[in-house]
């Protein structure tokens, strides 16, 4: 079945600086890469996404890079603020039928 | 416009007994899912309806696990009898299904589950 991989699975900044967090995927036939944001108690949430015909989206400040060659995919979040502190999920898979894998997470605490 | 809805928000229950979680979709939404989540894990799929048909159950425990969506609206899953292992929180979400499939599912809060 298919392997989705997450790292770190914890990352610890200081408000203001940048985070990074992988996702590896082992499904080559993924076409649908998004990362959903889950406060302590909360529902998973989508927060950006991005298609297998495109390398790179942007959002204010998050973005996404995809690198379907090497089967990843990356969050790339600046600035970072206490209120980014949650736990994030990559869910690669399918667009058309609406089947997603979800990582293990990763907990990003923003000191401030 | 309602988000998706489920109850209750926690049960709590003795092993063996049985317990059933409601869900009810965004409007519109054709596609159901339900997902299980355990303590600092990802969601995990259990079941997947495109309207009243269930598309993918692969990873139902169907020995205890059931699911019905009669009327491709709201939803129940059942398990019977609970084991000490089904504590975890299940989540129920929604999407557009077919060509207007954004990718984007709408999560419910959950129901948080604890088998004693």
């Known amino acids: 079945g298919e392997n989705v991989e997450q790292h770190p699975s914890t990352l610890s900044v200081q408000e203001g600086d940048s985070a990074v967090i992988k996702c590896t995927y082992s499904?080559?036939?993924?076409?649908?890469f998004p990362w959903y944001k889950q406060e302590l108690g909360k529902r998973p949430q989508l927060i950006i996404d991005?298609?297998?015909?495109?390398g790179e989206k942007k959002d204010q400040r998050i973005a996404v890079t995809l690198n379907k060659t090497a089967k990843h995919f990356s969050l790339h979040i600046t600035e970072t603020q206490p209120e980014d502190s949650a736990v994030y999920f990559c869910?690669?898979?399918?667009?058309?039928?609406?089947?997603?894998?979800f990582g293990q997470g990763t907990t990003l605490q923003v000191k401030p | 416009e309602a988000g998706v809805v489920q109850s209750p928000r926690y049960k709590i229950i003795e092993k063996k007994q049985p317990v059933a979680f409601w869900c009810n979709p965004i409007?519109?939404?054709?596609?159901l899912y339900w997902y299980l989540q355990n303590l600092g894990q990802g969601p995990e799929l259990l079941i997947r309806?495109?309207?009243?048909?269930?598309?993918?159950d692969s990873q139902l425990p169907k020995d205890r696990f059931s699911a019905e969506r009669l009327k491709g609206v709201d939803s129940t899953l059942k398990i019977q009898p609970a084991e000490l292992g089904d504590s975890a929180v299940y989540l129920c979400?929604?999407?557009?299904?077919?060509?207007?499939?954004?990718?984007?599912?709408?999560f419910g809060e959950g129901s948080r589950l604890t088998v004693l």
């Open positions: 869910a690669p898979g399918d667009r058309n039928t609406g089947k997603l894998i």
């Open positions: 979400a929604s999407s557009l299904g077919g060509q207007g499939f954004t990718g984007e599912l709408f």
């Open positions: 409007s519109g939404h054709n596609t």
């Open positions: 991005i298609r297998s015909n495109v």
């Open positions: 499904d080559s036939a993924s076409n649908y």
């Open positions: 309806y495109e309207n009243e048909e269930a598309v993918d």
